[in-house]
Structure formats: C-alpha cells, structure tokens
T-cell receptor
C-alpha cells in the first residue's frame, strides 16, 4: 500500500474553510484515497473517498491533484465539532477484507 | 439500525485474567475487524474476518484470539491478559469501500 504523509497538527478558525493536505507520492493506479476522522475517544468516522476525480458530499470535498500524488480534504465551514484527528489512507478498492493502515493523522483544532 | 456496537465499554483486568470483547453489527456486512489504539498512536489491526467462520491475523495478533461463529458477531478474546494489552479496542465492519467503527472498549490491565 502507498504510504501517506500528513502534517501532525493544524489550526483553523471557526466558520472558515479547513484545508487538510496529504501526500501519497507512491500511489498506484488502482488505489483510492480515503479520509476518516476520529473525534476524541470515539471510533473513526468515514468522511469521503476518491480515485482521480474531485468528490464532494455533505461533510467535505476531496481534491486530488492530476498526478494523484497529493490530495486535500476541505471542510468548507469548520465548526468546533470538527476538532478531531483526520486520517488520510490510500488503499485499493474494493478491498476484500484487508485492513486500513491508520497512521498518526493530522490533529485539527478549530478555534472560536 | 444500531450500526456497530461493542460490549463492554470499560473493563479493568488483573494480569493473567481472561476476557472476551463482543462486537455486533446489524448491517449484514461480510467483513469485520478488531483494532487497538494506544495513546497518541494510530489504529493497529489485530485480527479480521472476511466472512462467517473465517478469521485472519492482522498486524499485531499475538496474545489475542478471535471467532466469527455468526455473521453479525466478532469476538476478541484475551486468554491471559498482560499490562501491554492496556488499550482502547475498536471493532469495525465493512461491505466494500467503507469501514464503520464501534464506540470502543477501554481496557486496563493491572
């Protein structure tokens, strides 16, 4: 599986967009980019995933560069409840039972 | 739907004691997983199952056993607990692309 690199922490002002970067320079053609988040002490929560096109859902947008070597998760209007650790994961899809490798992620702090 | 539930939420064990953690899902998912998370670290896969009656080792399987006798349940057993197994344990299930996680079990081994 491709390795991902994320900044250890970021701050964002409440109401502003939070842009979380992820580098995955060794990604292969059949690997997807997934984003999960973990709010303190809770189980990780799925946010979004994509292959090459930009994706948007009710929670966030995912922007993947044309060469697919990096991506950005965008929370358009961050709230205090978005304070969490955000994990970028690269994995084939569908994955027939294999695990996701959760690295240390980015700790996002949304400030009032 | 309750999603993924875990029992118990908290437990304190003495070294050498045994216990079983129960994970249940009502989404008819084929795949189920057990992870552990230690302070300040990401999740590490202990064991997983690709269907009823099947199990496989993950990244850190030593000291744990699992069983998947029913599709909706995935049990994690500690036969002889050690302080190194103090952790938060998360169960997850998935169909294809997305894993759904339970709320976690906080286990302390004294």
């Amino acid at each position: 599986d491709a390795k991902t690199t994320q900044p250890p922490s970021m701050d964002c002002a409440e109401g502003r967009a939070a842009n979380l970067p992820c580098n995955h320079s060794t990604i292969s053609g059949n690997e997807y980019v997934y984003w999960y988040r973990q709010i303190h002490s809770q189980g990780p929560q799925y946010i979004i995933h994509g292959l090459k096109n930009n994706e948007t859902n009710e929670m966030a947008s995912l922007i993947i560069t044309e060469d697919r070597k990096s991506s950005t998760l965008i929370l358009p209007h961050a709230t205090l409840r978005d304070t969490a650790v955000y994990y970028c994961i690269v994995r084939e899809s569908p994955f027939y039972g294999q695990n996701f490798v959760f690295g240390p992620g980015t700790r996002l702090s949304v400030l009032p | 739907n309750a999603g993924v539930t875990q029992t118990p939420k908290f437990r304190v064990l003495k070294t050498g004691q045994s216990m079983t953690l129960l994970c249940a899902q009502d989404m008819n998912h084929e795949y189920m997983y057990w992870y552990r998370q230690d302070p300040g670290m990401g999740l590490r896969l202990i064991h997983y199952s690709v269907g009823e009656g099947t199990t496989a080792k993950g990244e850190v399987p030593d000291g744990y056993n699992v069983s998947r006798l029913k599709k909706q349940n995935f049990l994690l057993g500690l036969e002889s607990a050690a302080p190194s197994q103090t952790s938060v344990y998360f169960c997850a299930s998935s169909l294809l692309n997305t894993q759904y996680f339970g709320p976690g079990t906080r286990l302390t081994v004294l």
